[in-house]
């Protein structure tokens, strides 16, 4: 009969797979750090004139939504005046619901804008509170494709412009709005 031989069998340390993973997780932090370093591009955004300001960096929270929805409504707007042969009025506008000409809830808490039509090519909102939004102009051009044309003024003892050429808004205080789309599209955080 044989004795039974007992073999001893010690466990591998994890002390030299352990370093050996960090090791390799460091040279792959050091080698995408590196690529992301030499292959990263400052993204500066492009300064506006002094009569623009930009879409994404100078307007408030609740000016941003009313530009967007002017935006969004251009559209309707170039359609119903193809259908009507004239610009529907801001009271036909906010009875088919487009926003900002909609009385609802929204544009109540976004300064109640008053609108009206001026020289059958321009929609004016007069702002009831300019600390909250300021008041905006937007020009209607023939062209459908043509972009928006959008102004912005924070003045509260704002008028209805009577002339409506670049020179005599912008003398009045009036910026015009102009969206940038570039790489850096994510909104600015101000403190």
């Known amino acids: 009969m044989t004795t039974p031989t007992t073999q001893v069998v010690r466990p591998a340390g994890a002390g030299h797979e352990t370093l050996n993973v960090l090791l390799m997780c460091l040279l792959i932090l050091a080698v995408a750090g590196s690529v992301a370093a030499w292959r990263g ?42 259908e009507q042969q004239a610009l529907p009025s801001p009271q036909n506008l906010a009875d088919e619901g487009f926003a900002p000409f909609a009385q609802d809830a929204s544009s109540v808490s ?16 007069h702002s009831q509170a300019p600390a909250v939004a ?21 003045a509260t003892d704002l008028q209805a412009p009577a002339d409506l050429s670049d020179a005599a808004l912008s003398a009045a205080g009036w910026k015009q709005i102009v969206a940038q789309f570039d790489a850096g599209v994510t909104r600015e955080h101000r403190h």
């Open 134 to 154: 300021g008041s905006f102009l937007m020009r209607l051009n023939t062209a459908d494709d043509a972009a928006p044309d959008i102004w912005l003024n924070r």
């Open 41 to 82: 591009v400052s993204h500066e955004p492009e300064p506006v004139s002094s009569h623009q300001l930009d879409a994404r960096r100078d307007l408030g929270a609740s000016e941003q939504g009313i530009y967007a929805d002017l935006r969004v409504t251009l559209d309707e707007i170039h359609l119903l005046r193809e």
């Open 110 to 125: 976004r300064g109640g804008h008053a609108w009206q039509l001026l020289a059958d090519r321009a929609y004016f909102g």
